[in-house]
């Protein structure tokens, strides 16, 4: 760090530990811009946001982390973790060295060692899904010891899954602009930015911007800001017993407009899985 700079504090919250799984609540939280102290990984484990938006610094590689992807620490990683948009929230699941090489498909792991090749994958909507009943189940204690364990195991090979996991298609310069615009987005949530907007904020041209988004995130800019505020929905559903009012917060522009598109994307209405997050 320098100067006197507030560094981004990492605070864990264990939630479950059995011989089979371990799953930790990771809380982000910064009064400044200056990275975490150095962390170093004491397993190998995956890291799936859940709300907000980090940074994290592996060596020269950097990687934006936010509820559409999960992120890969190896045993020994030494990284530090930057915060510029406020409070993050992430899960940390850590499975037994032998279920995650039975989960894996071949590729993702190194031949050598049980660790994976790859920095981060884009997820879909039902691991996103399951990474929010799995975490409102542990917070409220209304899941079962069996079902969390199996909750766990089914997020993490449906996070791996090759029909279901997407690794980033372009190159590192491509994949850093498209890191810039979700930090735009991510800024403000419930703005209703303009393509030239963000396209200025990252400095490029709005065709170039659209172009490298969708060939990098495998969607336009306008579906990815879609699916961050369902994600954030995810996380506030319980919390909230006005709809009407969490969906114009997250800038949607009626209860009816937010119920469809979180319906399309989730294959539920939100009254739905705010009652099953609460009973299981």
């Known amino acids: 760090m320098s100067g006197d700079a ?30 975490s ?24 590689k950097i990687s934006v982390g936010e509820p559409s992807q999960v992120l890969f620490y190896n045993e020994g990683d030494a990284y530090r973790l930057s915060l510029p948009l406020g409070e993050c929230g992430s899960l940390a699941v850590t499975i037994h060295e032998s279920l ?9 792991l190194r031949d050598d060692a049980t660790a994976f090749q ?11 899904v399951l990474v929010a009943l799995l975490r409102h189940g542990l917070h409220q204690a209304t899941a079962e010891l069996l079902e969390a364990e199996s909750l ?41 930015w303009s393509l030239a907007e963000v396209a200025a904020e990252v400095g490029c041209s709005p065709v170039y911007l659209t172009q490298v988004f969708r060939q990098v995130e495998g969607m336009p800019l306008y579906r990815y800001q879609l699916r961050m ?15 009407t009012a969490l ?3 997250l800038g949607f522009s009626s209860h009816s407009h937010f119920s469809a598109a979180f319906r399309e994307v989730y294959r539920r209405s939100p009254s739905d899985f705010r009652q099953m997050a609460s009973q299981r």
């Open 100 to 108: 995650l090489r039975e989960l894996a498909p071949k590729g993702l």
């Open 37 to 60: 102290e150095e962390q170093c990984a004491g397993s190998t484990h995956l890291v799936f946001p859940y709300r907000g938006t980090f940074v994290r610094h592996l060596g020269r």
């Open 229 to 243: 505020r369902l994600a954030r929905a995810l996380d506030l559903l319980t919390r909230y017993d006005d709809l």
């Open 118 to 128: 790859q920095a981060r994958l884009r997820i879909d909507a039902r691991a996103q």
């Open 247 to 249: 969906s114009l917060e």
């Open 152 to 192: 766990a195991l089914t997020l993490v090979q449906r996070a791996l899954g090759p029909r279901t996991s997407h690794a980033a298609g372009a190159t590192l310069g491509r994949q850093q602009l498209a890191d810039r615009a979700k930090l735009v987005l991510a800024s403000d949530l419930a703005r209703r």
């Open 6 to 35: 507030a560094a981004a504090v990492l605070t864990v919250r264990p939630l479950l530990e059995t011989a089979t799984v371990k799953v930790r609540d990771l809380r982000l939280r910064s009064a400044g811009s200056a990275p």
